[in-house]
Structures are given as structure tokens and as C-alpha cells.
């Protein structure tokens, strides 16, 4: 059995949006990302630069919200690293970008109740609002900075 080490995202702009990314069935959800540990690539870096990769979008400020483990369904022990970014002004150029979709708080809090039996991302959306109501930067969520910044 392998360890498989994964990052998500939770990235707002700069109007309280949140980014969904295309999967490969069709629908949108938050964005994750496989780490390259073989590289010697570290969650952040693989959250940097699945974002990059997927939207060319630069995110700023990852703090790192919950490290967790599970079993995958071959029995591979998985390793989750869930973060929230803010999407910075930069952009990249990518030849693998997916649709995005912008949304509102509201929108994930109903997308967590249409599909309760996407576990991970109803947990991610949770970490989301348990964290939301400790704004400390204007036009942010600005979480709470006891978490790992990176």
C-alpha cells in the first residue's frame, strides 16, 4: 500500500467568491491536487501549482486548515492537506486550464447539501464556515492566523 498525499484549496478573491474547478465527469468542485513526492514536492508547492496548472491563477497567504488521513478504495492510505488561499493579481500561462466557476458562500453551502455524499468536499466546505466568522482582513475571510501559514 502506497501513501497517496493530497491538497485541496478553498481560494476566495477578492469579492468573496470562491473557485470551482471542472472535474472529469463534468461537475464543479473545490479544487485538489496529487503531490509529486517523488520530487520532494511539499503540499503548498502542490497546491501552488495544481491552481497554476488548472486556471493559471497565483494564489497568496495558503494556511493550511486541516492534515488528515483515510483509506482510498485500493486500500492506499491517502494523507489530505486542506488549505485556503487568496487568489493573487499574477496570472500564468497554462495549456491545461479547466472551466472555473466563481461562487458565493451560498452557493457551497447548498452544493454541500444537494451532494451530502461528497464527504470530502461537505468536510472542506465545514472547515470553511467554522473558520469564516474571524475576519481579519478587509474584503477577505482573513482566517485565523493560528493556522500554518505558508
Known sequence: MALVQIVSGIIEDKYGRFLLVEGGGGEFKLPTEQVDAEKGEQPVDALRRGIREKTSYVIVNPLLLDHHYDRGYKGDELEFFDFYAIRGSGVYVS????????????????????????????????????????????????????????
Not at 110 to 132: G, S, V, W, Y
Not at 134 to 147: I, P
Request: glycine letters at 4%.
Open 95 to 150: 495549456m491545461k486550464i479547466s472551466r472555473v466557476r466563481w461562487v458565493d458562500i451560498y452557493f457551497l453551502r447548498a452544493m454541500q447539501n444537494q451532494f451530502p455524499q461528497n464527504t470530502t468536499d461537505c468536510h472542506r466546505i465545514d472547515l470553511l464556515f467554522e473558520h469564516k466568522s474571524t475576519k481579519q482582513v478587509s474584503g477577505f475571510s482573513g482566517l485565523n492566523t493560528a493556522y500554518a501559514r505558508y
